[in-house]
């Protein structure tokens, strides 16, 4: 129908798509969450909260450290596609997290920028309450002085 079709050409179907997502995500269904925002990102290639949020759901809730590295490599695809988007402090705090729980927890050979310089980048651009808020719901956040300056302000 005409309704139907000018639906789809409002932006009112993509934002759809990632709310739904986000809904999925809070409920902890990742599976669900990041197959639709797969479909966003084939379709919408430059929105850069569905590469965030899609990072988030191959966590899938567990300790970082634990993640296969075929996993760490697709959440660190995707979090750096967001950031070449958008500068945003919550991207970098993410990547932080995963420089320092995968690679110097397992002893490995940190990433450049490594977590230091991406925890000052989150603290030159603000990182919002609620984005701390929805990581601390979905990531397990580590504890040492690093990561506590942002939890404990």
């Known amino acids: 129908s005409a309704l139907s079709k000018q639906y789809l050409n409002t932006g009112q179907l993509i934002n ?30 430059i929105n850069a909260e569905a590469y965030f949020y899609c990072a988030i759901c191959f966590i899938n809730g567990k300790r970082i450290k634990s993640l296969a590295f075929s996993d760490i490599k697709k959440i660190t695809q995707y979090i750096n ?25 397992n002893g490995m050979l940190l990433p450049e920028p490594n977590y230091y310089t991406l925890l000052e980048k989150c603290t030159e651009l603000k990182l919002e309450d609620e984005d701390l808020e929805f990581l601390e719901n979905n990531v397990i956040i580590p504890q040492n002085d690093f990561f506590n300056q942002f939890i404990n302000k």
Do not use: M, R
């Not at 709310?19 to 966003?40: D, G, M, Q």
């Not at 596609?81 to 320092?100: C, E, G, T, W």
């Open 16 to 45: 759809d798509k990632v709310n739904t997502a986000l809904l999925h995500l809070n409920l902890k269904n990742y599976e669900i969450a990041k197959k639709l925002l797969e479909l966003e990102i084939e379709n919408n290639p």
């Open 81 to 105: 596609s967001a950031v070449q988007i958008k500068d945003d402090a919550k991207y970098y705090f993410l990547s932080a997290i995963i420089n320092y729980d995968f690679f110097e927890g």
